[in-house]
């Protein structure tokens, strides 16, 4: 079984990136302790791809896209990558898929579909493709993108387990509720890093502000939020309440942030993947704010 480790690192900054920066990040977050590299897949380099690209720069590293959106892919096709990387990279490779939102799958001509049945859907065809050449000698595990109960069901039977991404700490104890002790439960943490608390809730406050303005992009992520945490309409107001802000973004000193990270675990997390948030609306990679979060998180 894949190895995540306890802290790992999600970004969607590699796409911003010529190759040979992102291979030397990778490879200095390995070597900063780091246990799985988490990617975003939207228009830039395609998740099998990027992941055997990741792969081949690092050594232990695991590499889990989180997620690759089953609209962007075929079944067969993506099941013959998984392979392949899994017995390239043996214990290091982790498949994540997610449905995402209907708008995407707009984008890309194709029709959304009921997520549970779609994501079911697509599992069963992968599982029934028939593939030849050497297989690995552990199949790769996979992992669902899951908010509500029934996507967080669908992970604990089908798969590995669950990576819910941006959602609060409540969101965390729920999902572990509903997987039950034994799947995986990856959660995800936005962070800023700053010295100055005024200054680091700025920066927070700007960085969930996008989210709150695309809020009914995909609903269930609010509905969930508003369900276990009792907000309201009113904290989507003004790029969002002091409240919405508290809860989605982890901001601070080194210390806050690891107390934010042990509130993940203590709430069920086995696994926490970071993101380095800024104010500006292209997510940073933020190496410098690794480098001073590595010893604090290890």
């Known amino acids: 079984m894949v190895d995540l480790g306890r802290v790992g690192v999600w970004t969607w900054a590699f796409d911003r990136l010529p190759w040979p920066a992102v291979a030397d990040a990778v490879a200095e977050m390995e070597d900063l302790g780091f246990g799985t590299i988490w990617f975003g897949e939207a228009a830039g ?12 720069a690092t050594r232990r590293i695991a590499v ?18 998984e392979r392949t990387l899994a017995e390239a990279f043996p214990g290091r490779f982790q498949l994540g898929l997610g449905v995402g939102a209907p708008r995407i799958a707009e984008q890309l001509g194709k029709k959304w579909g009921p997520p549970i049945e779609t994501m079911r ?11 030849t050449g050497p297989a690995p000698a552990q199949p ?13 069901e669908l992970a604990a039977e089908r798969t590995r387990g669950a990576h819910p991404f941006f959602v609060p700490v409540e969101h965390t104890a729920f ?7 034994d799947a995986l439960l990856a959660a995800h943490v936005n962070v800023v890093l700053h010295d100055d608390p ?13 989210w709150v303005a695309f809020a009914d992009v995909v609903p269930s992520r609010w509905a969930q939020i508003r369900k276990l945490t009792g907000m309201t309409q009113d904290d989507l107001a003004d790029g969002g309440s002091d ?8 901001f601070g000193d080194e210390a806050a942030i690891a107390e934010r990270v042990r509130q993940q675990f203590a709430a069920g997390a086995d696994h926490v993947c970071i993101s380095v948030a800024g104010p500006d609306p292209a997510p940073p990679l933020g190496m410098d704010v690794l480098r001073r979060l590595a010893p604090a998180l290890g």
Do not use: C, W
């Open 45 to 56: 380099r395609d998740a099998p791809t990027q992941s055997a690209l990741l792969l081949a």
């Open 198 to 210: 005024a200054e680091a809730r700025a920066i927070a406050r700007a960085a969930v502000a996008p």
């Open 64 to 81: 889990s896209p989180g997620i690759a959106n089953i609209y962007r892919h075929d079944p067969v096709e993506l099941v013959q990558a």
């Open 121 to 131: 859907g697509f599992l069963d065809a992968m599982d029934a493709t028939e593939l």
């Open 140 to 152: 790769a595990p996979r992992v669902l993108a899951a908010l509500g109960p029934k996507m967080l």
């Open 243 to 250: 409240r919405l802000v508290d809860s989605l973004m982890a």
């Open 175 to 181: 999902a572990r509720s509903v997987i039950g002790p």
